[in-house]
């Protein structure tokens, strides 16, 4: 089983801008980005 410090459900603009800004401010984190659909970015909530 893997573990993350972090993990961030949804991959819309907030989840990939909030993704970003943690592995730009924190590098040592290790972080998990989850997604129902194929792509990123499809859908806005």
């Given at each position: 089983?893997?573990?993350?410090d972090v993990i961030i459900i949804g991959g819309g603009i907030i989840g990939l801008a909030t993704a970003h800004e943690l592995c730009r401010l924190h590098p040592h984190l290790s972080l998990t980005l989850l997604e129902k659909e194929e792509k990123l970015a499809q859908h806005q909530t």
């Open positions: 089983m893997t573990q993350s």
